[in-house]
Nanobody, 123 residues
């Protein structure tokens, strides 16, 4: 149901845009988040956008550099990542929960997951 895309290999300071596409035309009714997981580490919250009024939330490590947004006409949520750092290297997963709750920043708040896309930032 979720298709994540847009990862790649970039240099520090570059930008990338990730997309999370859904086949559900009511995607605007979902909380959608991005998490990331580096080798040997837990899956960490990156950013979320809530259903309805589209409030956005970010982890401290990406605040001011990443922007999450919806493209409702395309049933897509994007994550624009600027000023990338080597520590941003991870597999990025999008997640969605219809009429999601306040648990927007933890994995158990989401029932649907994309397949993950690799982001590698070289120094």
């Amino acid at each position: 149901q979720l298709q994540a895309s847009g990862g790649g290999l970039v240099q520090a300071g570059d930008s990338l845009s990730l997309s999370c596409a859904s086949s559900d035309r009511t995607f605007s009714n979902y909380n959608v988040a991005w998490f990331r997981q580096a080798p040997g580490k837990e899956r960490d919250f990156v950013a979320a956008i809530t259903w309805g009024i589209d409030n956005t939330y970010y982890s401290d490590s990406v605040k001011g550099r990443f922007t999450i947004s919806r493209v409702n006409a395309e049933n897509t949520v994007t994550l624009q990542m600027n000023s990338l750092k080597p520590e941003d290297t991870a597999v990025y997963y999008c997640a969605a929960e219809k009429y999601g709750s306040s648990m927007y920043n933890v994995p158990r708040g989401y029932a649907f997951w994309g397949q993950g896309t690799q982001v590698t930032v070289s120094s």
